[in-house]
């Protein structure tokens, strides 16, 4: 069948109508030729002869009666050895390539191939001539930085196939034919080490999803503690501007205990990509003492950048994420953010002159916001192992209000909850999420019911200086006003955490839960503590020893002394745990 | 030689349409009526159709005047020539200065590659503590200064303009008052910075239009300049009316309205602009504090809202001084560990102790009896917004981190500060 060829009639915006003739398909890719430029574009509505398409570059210059190649397929990203470390735009077009090829401007037109052509990779095979395989199965390896990249049938080739060749082991590119399958009809397929799969399309090729139960640990007590992410779980983190939802991300990326990391800044600020951009090669993953770049794609589809391949950026990463996950990977997926994605669904439904629904967003918000989630998971894989993907996105809420669509239509999916407030950020309480109106389903790195017993603390703690803001500081009884200081406190030193100290930043779940067990003497205990003033000297004392102990080295010798100054101080002033706190860690300690 | 067409087939607003063949999208033409001749923009295309917005506005366009397609999009003359200068939105000499039409560059061109892009790390020193010690400016930074109407942002950027240490200023006007305008003008002049400065200006008795093309030719010609190698900032006032313009022109061409009556892609229009701001690799920066009022004193409204997720930060500007809750400059924190070692901690700690002070001063006005605590909260307060916040100050960042141990130590003991005991003993001051 011939290719269909269209020409422009029309150009609004990043939306081209297109006069066609031929058969095409919903979401096929087309070039529009501009001059010596082909502009990518997707179909995406089509109405008897007329197709409308949203380019991903700038429009200008395109004129009527320009021609339109289509091209049969959908929008995909190439899969296979090489992916790690590179810095892709929404469509995959490896930027640092691009720069080296355009200079300081992104040039329209220009797509270049997303993995490296002339890189030779040491093949294993693992199959022989006459195995039976189907889409999924492992055919050999080769070595992607630490890990063993497993080189995959297709995904789409959904028969059993048997192997008529395999390559011998050895050096070869991308490019170049490993192996060739042959179906029940006689027909051979001959595959490289890479493939295409189109980004709008789940791979679903596992035996079954799993509950996800494992603590993803971010190094970050808030969470870790009190608001936990599960390894194959989703959560959202929106927030006001400047509210540090970037900074988290970027610390997240950097601690989170997971194999691969996929960072899409889609629509964001590309100062801040930058910093990502420059720093991950420079720091060092602790686990393999090896840039941390060399478990990264960063996927960059910053603000400027046009508005269709910003929608198509977090498709991209989440297609990447799902081929790590095959190889048996855990793979955290971090979206920022996730609003001027359904921002951009929103530009183009515009476009299209679409009925609005709510704050103008399209009727479809709430089950794409949806969909994209949903490919979050563990599964159970063919070859028996295990692989995960985490999302966590961002949303950057209009005016802060969690009530908006796009907060809302996220609640509704994930499983935890981090939510940033104005508030805590102004108070410079970072990270700011607020312990009390965020929430996860998952379970944490300290047992539950003291961390209730914290988080009761956090509450009381609140109502009571809510309280005292009405009946002031000498109409709150001592008790309360003791328990309201035990809740500043745990605030103080526990729940913020400073991102900027080399040590603070980054929490070991073995030292949070080290501290964790000191932090609940203090808040279980009894007090010899007989008027405020005492009171609130005592806690301001015991805060500075325990923001000087956070910044130290864990288990150096200044950590142990100042622990032990720090266990004296309690050790004068309390009379022992409550009845309450003992019970419950008396509890605990049956229960183990 | 170009075809001209005379049958203008429709005129709304500001926005004429004709039937021509051959004509590209955003390409230029002139239309010629009896109220003069002006620059048009094609806005959109359907079939034969061709909708352009006349930059003078429609006001006066007749049926059969002459609209003639120029073939490319929108330029503007760059040479060290437009130094000193003062232009209209779309280029043209307000200075009675010659017209400039050498070296003509196109405006709005592609924007940066990330990849190209480095890491900002160089501190913008202005001689305002609440921006030097809280939140720094940073080459390649962009700002807005969110105001509501009344305040003093017009003063507060020209005070920056002359004092930030930069090579070269692009102001850009949009719906300046006037007054507004001579203000920039005289004080620029008689400060002496009219020399290192370009002034596009549109004010509000010209051609609506006009404003949407001020931030594109400022953005462009600082562009050139730091691919020369400066660094220039780009100061804009005010960018809400550009964004009203928008809406405008939205409306005229009956799109589909998104929130509160702003066209879809009002991010992706504020972010093309604002994304202009970049430190180029081995040559110079661009830098943009862009003042957004905020209508009804409202930072949910549709254009500060969008445009607090676009750029790194904001400084907030009320009862004529930079707010120090709420604002924020992100990027301070790529330079302040570079200043001086207690920099980025005594402005967290200050910031901490002044919400707290806050807390106090509502007890107070309530008629709670103060605590000792609460008495040492509403003495710093009062120091900190008289030696510090006031807009008038002006010294250097290291005497300002100076006097913040000064206030302090003046009102609390050092454990009361929650500042790390390291630096206490460094810096606490000793008499």
């Known amino acids: 069948m011939a290719r269909a060829t269209g020409i422009v009639v029309g150009v609004n915006g990043n939306m081209v109508t297109v006069s066609f003739s031929g058969q095409i398909a919903m979401n096929e890719v087309a070039y529009v030729i501009v001059g010596d430029k082909r502009l990518k574009a997707e179909v995406i509505r089509i109405r008897g002869d007329r197709a409308d398409m949203q380019v991903f570059e700038i429009t200008n210059g395109i004129g009527i009666g320009d021609i339109v190649e289509f091209t049969e397929e959908m929008l995909a990203v190439e899969l296979g050895p090489g992916l790690l470390t590179q810095v892709y735009d929404g469509l995959q077009n490896p930027l640092p390539e691009l720069a080296a090829e355009c200079g300081f401007f992104l040039e329209r037109g220009i797509y270049l191939q997303p993995l490296p052509r002339n890189k030779k990779w040491d093949w294993t095979p693992v199959v022989q001539v006459g195995s039976e395989v189907t889409g999924s199965a492992t055919l050999g390896t080769v070595p992607e930085f630490s890990f063993e990249h497993k080189v995959q049938v297709p995904y789409y080739m959904t028969e059993n196939y048997k192997v008529v060749s395999i390559t011998e082991p050895g050096s070869y590119n991308v490019d170049q034919e490993i192996a060739v399958l042959e179906d029940s009809k006689g027909n051979k397929y001959p595959l490289t080490m890479s493939f295409f799969w189109p980004v709008k399309k789940a791979i679903t090729a596992y035996e079954e999803r799993l509950q996800p139960t494992e603590p993803m640990v971010t190094q970050m007590r808030l969470i870790d503690t009190f608001l936990p992410v599960a390894k194959g779980g989703t959560y959202c983190i929106p927030g006001p501007f400047g509210a540090g939802k970037t900074v988290l991300q970027q610390v997240t990326s950097r601690n989170a205990d997971v194999d691969v990391v996929i960072l899409t800044a889609c629509g964001e600020r590309a100062g801040e990509v930058v910093e990502t951009l420059k720093e991950f090669p420079e720091l060092l993953d602790p686990k393999t003492g090896r840039t941390l770049m060399e478990r990264t794609i960063i996927i960059c589809n910053t603000s400027s950048m046009p508005v269709a391949s910003r929608e198509a950026s977090v498709y991209t990463g989440v297609t990447l994420a799902e081929y790590y996950r095959q190889m048996g990977l855990n793979v955290l997926l971090l979206a920022d953010s996730t609003s001027r994605w359904a921002q951009a669904m929103r530009e183009m439904s515009g476009r299209l002159e679409e009925i609005p629904g709510e704050e103008a967003f399209p009727a479809y918000l709430e089950s794409t916001i949806a969909g994209f989630y949903e490919r979050a998971g563990v599964v159970r894989l063919r070859d028996g192992n295990q692989g995960s993907i985490t999302i966590g996105g961002t949303v950057s809420p209009a005016g802060g209000n969690f009530e908006e669509p796009v907060t809302q239509a996220t609640l509704k999916v994930v499983g935890a909850f981090h939510g940033l407030t104005r508030e805590r950020s102004d108070a410079r309480k970072y990270p700011a999420i607020h312990p009390l109106e965020s929430w996860s389903k998952y379970k944490g790195v300290i047992d539950q019911p003291r961390a209730d017993f914290a988080r009761k603390v956090l509450i009381r703690g609140t109502e009571i200086g809510q309280m005292m803001k009405v009946v002031g500081e000498e109409g709150t009884s001592l008790d309360d006003y003791l328990i309201f200081m035990k809740s500043e406190f745990l605030d103080a030193v526990y729940l913020q955490q400073n991102s900027f100290d080399p040590v603070d930043n980054s929490v070991s779940p073995e030292r949070q839960t080290f501290v964790f067990d000191l932090m609940y003497q203090i808040l279980g205990s009894d007090f010899d503590l007989t008027d405020k003033d005492t009171i609130r000297t005592f806690f301001n004392q015991l805060r500075q020893k325990f923001i000087d102990w956070n910044g130290v080295e864990w288990k150096s010798g200044e950590f142990e002394s100042l622990e032990r100054e720090i266990r004296s101080m309690v050790k004068d002033k309390s009379k022992g745990l409550s009845k309450e706190a003992e019970d419950i860690s008396a509890s605990i300690v049956g229960g183990q | ?431």
Not at chain 2, 117 to 136: A, H, L, W
Not at chain 2, 160 to 176: H, P, R, T, W, Y
Not at chain 2, 332 to 346: G, P, S
Request: proline residues 4%; negative net charge.
């Open chain 2, 1 to 431: 030689m170009r075809k001209v067409y005379t049958k203008i087939e429709s005129i709304a607003g500001n926005v004429i349409s004709v039937k021509a063949e051959g004509v590209r999208y955003k390409d230029l033409a002139v239309v010629k009526s009896s109220q003069g001749s002006s620059l048009a923009e094609v806005i959109r295309l359907d079939g034969d159709k061709v909708n352009l917005q006349v930059y003078a506005g429609g006001r006066g366009v007749s049926t059969g005047d002459e609209v003639r397609f120029l073939g490319h999009s929108m330029k503007v003359s760059f040479s060290d020539n437009l130094l000193g200068r003062i232009f209209d939105g779309s280029g043209k000499p307000r200075d009675n200065g010659p017209e400039l039409e050498e070296n003509l560059i196109d405006i709005g061109g592609p924007s940066v590659n990330p990849a190209k892009r480095i890491i900002p790390r160089n501190m913008i020193r202005t001689g305002i503590p609440m921006i030097d010690v809280f939140n720094s400016l940073v080459e390649s930074q962009k700002l807005p200064i969110f105001s509501a109407s009344g305040e003093p942002y017009n003063q507060l950027l020209a005070r920056i303009a002359m004092q930030a240490e930069v090579d070269l200023i692009v102001l850009g006007g949009i719906g300046l008052k006037y007054d507004d305008y001579l203000f920039f003008k005289n004080t620029l002049e008689e400060g002496g910075a009219m020399n290192r400065t370009i002034f596009f200006t549109h004010t509000a008795s010209d051609p609506m239009v006009e404003a949407l093309l001020v931030p594109d030719i400022s953005l462009a010609v600082a562009e050139q300049f730091a691919l020369q190698g400066k660094k220039v900032l780009v100061l804009l006032t005010d960018m809400t009316n550009f964004a009203d313009a928008m809406k405008e022109i939205a409306i005229t061409m009956e799109q589909v309205p998104s929130n509160r009556g702003y066209p879809g892609d009002l991010y992706s229009q504020l972010a093309s602009r604002y994304e202009k701001a970049v430190d180029f690799e081995g040559s110079g920066s661009i830098t943009v504090l862009a003042v957004t009022t905020m209508p009804g004193g409202d930072v949910t409204h549709p254009v500060p809202d969008n445009t607090g997720y676009i750029t790194e930060g904001q400084y907030y500007l009320r009862g004529g001084r930079i707010e120090p809750f709420g604002s924020l400059s992100r990027l301070k924190q790529m330079v302040n560990d570079d200043t001086r070692e207690d920099h980025r901690a005594l402005m967290d700690g200050m910031i901490k102790l002044y919400a707290a002070y806050n807390e106090s001063l509502e007890k107070k006005s309530m008629g709670f009896r103060m605590t000792s605590w609460d008495d040492k909260l509403l003495k710093y307060g009062d120091l900190f917004e008289k030696t510090m916040m006031d807009l008038s100050v002006n010294i250097p960042l290291e005497a300002a981190l100076d006097r913040g141990w000064e206030i302090m130590a003046a009102c609390f003991s050092p454990e009361e500060t929650g500042m790390k005991t390291s630096l206490i003993e460094k810096f606490w001051p000793k008499n």
